[in-house]
C-alpha cells in the first residue's frame, strides 16, 4: 500500500500488485503553525562546575572555611613578592607585619585592596615561614592555610 496526496487535498492509497488508483479517500487538515511559546518544554538549567569553587570562594553558605591564602608573585629576575591575604579583620595587620620583618629579615607593607581588602606584601619566596609563623602565633590553623605558587 502506497499513499499519496492528491491535488484536491484529499489523501489515497494506491496498491502496487492490482494498479488500483484510488480505494479510499480521506481529507487533510492543514497543519496548525506551533510557536516556541505554545510549546510547554522546560529547558535543564545549565551545570556550572565552578560553582562549588565560587561559593567557597564568596563565603556565603553554612560550613564554608575562611581561608587564609599565601601566593608569591614574580617580579623581575630572581626578585618575588609574598602576598597573605584573607586574616581576620579583627587582627592589627601592621602589627603582623612588624613581627614578619623582624622574624624573616625582610621588608614589606600592608596594601588595601579594593576587592581583597588588607594584603600583607614581603620581600623574597616566604611562603613556608609565613605559614608556620602564622600556626604558631596562633593566627591561623593550619588546615585554614592555602599555600599558592610553583
Given at each position: 500500500m502506497l499513499l499519496y496526496e492528491s491535488d484536491f487535498g484529499t489523501l489515497g492509497f494506491c496498491s502496487r500488485s492490482t494498479n488500483?488508483?484510488?480505494i479510499s479517500s480521506v481529507p487533510i487538515k492543514p497543519q496548525q503553525p506551533s510557536f516556541m511559546s505554545d510549546l510547554d518544554i522546560t529547558l535543564p538549567s545549565a551545570f556550572d562546575p565552578f560553582a562549588e569553587a565560587n561559593a567557597e570562594d564568596?563565603?556565603?553558605?553554612?560550613?564554608?572555611?575562611?581561608y587564609v591564602h599565601v601566593?608569591?608573585?614574580?617580579?623581575?629576575?630572581?626578585?618575588?613578592?609574598?602576598?597573605?591575604?584573607?586574616?581576620?579583620?579583627?587582627?592589627?595587620?601592621?602589627?603582623?607585619?612588624k613581627d614578619l620583618k623582624k622574624e624573616f629579615c625582610c621588608n614589606g607593607t600592608v596594601v588595601q585592596d579594593p576587592e581583597?581588602?588588607?594584603?600583607?606584601?614581603?620581600?623574597?619566596?616566604?611562603?613556608?615561614?609565613?605559614?608556620?609563623?602564622?600556626?604558631?602565633?596562633?593566627?591561623?590553623?593550619?588546615?585554614?592555610?592555602?599555600i599558592h605558587g610553583f
Open positions: 488500483q488508483s484510488v564568596s563565603g556565603a553558605g553554612p560550613g564554608t572555611k575562611d601566593r608569591i608573585q614574580q617580579r623581575n629576575g630572581r626578585k618575588s613578592l609574598t602576598t597573605v591575604q584573607g586574616l581576620k579583620k579583627e587582627f592589627s595587620y601592621n602589627k603582623i607585619l581583597l581588602g588588607q594584603v600583607i606584601q614581603l620581600q623574597g619566596d616566604q611562603r613556608k615561614n609565613v605559614a608556620t609563623f602564622l600556626v604558631q602565633a596562633g593566627i591561623a590553623k593550619k588546615e585554614n592555610i592555602k
